[in-house]
């Protein structure tokens, strides 16, 4: 039996945070890979071994071209107790876990973080010297969501430190200029972008894109990653499309890439006109209606708190800004993914937005 892991309370907590920082930072030569992706005003360098979150980091992002400008970088330190030198996680102490003060907690020393007790897998993140740490118990010690989107919270915790955000929508766009589409699980948003894709629409991200609110509303593409449930997979054909595809991904989906079922390039950016709350209507033809903001904030603003750590309030702020400044629709989804392509395609070059 190994010694007893020490237990983190809220009372801790910094000392913790700062305590696996230095310890993954001091460590640097125990990596033996070293991952550098230029994303969109930043350059990521994640430390790590090889394995399965090194392979997820080598295809999951969408680099930005080599001879764009960058405006920053921040490093990651991926590292587990199999690594001399890193001790084991620590585990949550008797405290209830409440990820809002844990969240307040960390912010209040000037740091971010986050925890997953099934694993007690950590991560944290100083924004003032833009570098983070995330600590497992093994190598393959990480949530099952972590490959589709990997390092998205440290990613998260930087961006906002610009005043960007990862949003929770899909993209969908025609000579540069796009809607985003804003809902729950479920509701048509991932279907619609591949229904996009397939019949010659480009889109920067279906799960989480980069909102950038000066100037407009910009939306820039940050993984690359497409997923269908295997209703979806069947309805759009991508069995037959597809050369080959991965087993179900922890949700039951089919995790492929945008470059897998569209070849062109990918766009840098996309200048968003409208939002859209996607509603699949089971009627044959689509339709868009305006929506009220409330209605669009309720369908933009939870998932894309509830699923980032930290930054609540300054969520709400980002999205309550995003919302007003773009018309809003309600998007009834048809049954045919030409057709719903078709009415989104009409709808920008219309102008409308």
Same mark, same amino acid.
């Not at 490959?147 to 025609?174: D, I, K, N, S, V």
């Not at 950038?212 to 069947?234: C, E, I, S």
């Not at 089971?282 to 904030?297: F, H, Q, T, Y």
């Given at each position: ?5 020490? &237990? ?10 700062? !305590? ?15 991952? &550098? ?13 090889? @394995? ?29 107790? @199999? ?33 997953? !007790? ?15 740490? &995330? ?20 990613? !998260? ?10 949003? !929770? ?6 000579? @540069? ?73 922890? &949700? ?102």
């Amino acid at each position: 039996m190994g010694a007893p892991r020490q &237990q983190i309370t809220l009372e801790s907590l910094p000392d913790y945070a700062r !305590h696996v920082l230095a310890v993954a930072e001091s460590r640097a030569a125990s990596y033996p890979l070293t991952s &550098q992706i230029k994303l969109p005003r930043l350059e990521l360098t994640a430390h790590l071994g090889p @394995g399965a979150l090194a392979d997820a980091i080598g295809n999951a992002f969408v680099p930005v071209r080599a001879d764009e400008a960058e405006a920053g970088a921040c490093g990651v330190f991926i590292t587990h107790a @199999g690594i001399e030198g890193i001790p084991a996680p620590a585990t949550w102490g008797n405290q209830l876990y409440i990820p809002h003060a844990f969240a307040t907690r960390l912010a209040e020393a000037g740091l971010r973080g986050s925890y997953f !007790h099934d694993l007690d897998f950590w991560q944290f993140y100083d924004p003032e010297r833009h570098v983070g740490a &995330q600590l497992m118990m093994s190598a393959d010690g990480f949530p099952p969501w972590e490959p589709g989107a990997p390092l998205r919270a440290f990613l !998260h915790w930087e961006y906002a430190a610009r005043g960007m955000r990862l949003t !929770h929508a899909g993209t969908l766009g025609l000579n @540069g200029k796009g809607i985003l589409l804003a809902g729950s699980g479920g509701a048509g948003k991932s279907g619609t972008v591949v229904a996009g894709l397939l019949n010659g629409l480009d889109s920067v991200g279906d799960d989480y894109v980069l909102i950038d609110l000066n100037d407009g509303v910009t939306a820039y593409p940050l993984f690359a990653t497409l997923k269908q449930d295997p209703r979806g997979f069947a309805r759009l054909g991508l069995k037959q499309r597809l050369k080959s595809y991965d087993p179900l991904n922890w &949700q039951g989906k089919h995790q492929f890439r945008v470059d897998d079922i569209a070849a062109r390039p990918i766009p840098a950016s996309l200048d968003i006109a409208a939002l859209m709350v996607p509603h699949i209507s089971g009627n044959l033809e689509s339709s868009i209606v305006p929506v009220s903001r409330k209605d669009a904030m309720i369908a933009l603003a939870p998932s894309g708190i509830s699923q980032m750590p930290g930054e609540r309030e300054s969520g709400f702020r980002f999205f309550s800004q995003l919302t007003s400044l773009l018309p809003c629709y309600r998007l009834s989804l048809g049954t045919q993914p030409a057709e719903i392509a078709a009415t989104v395609s009409d709808f920008l070059a219309r102008g409308d937005a």
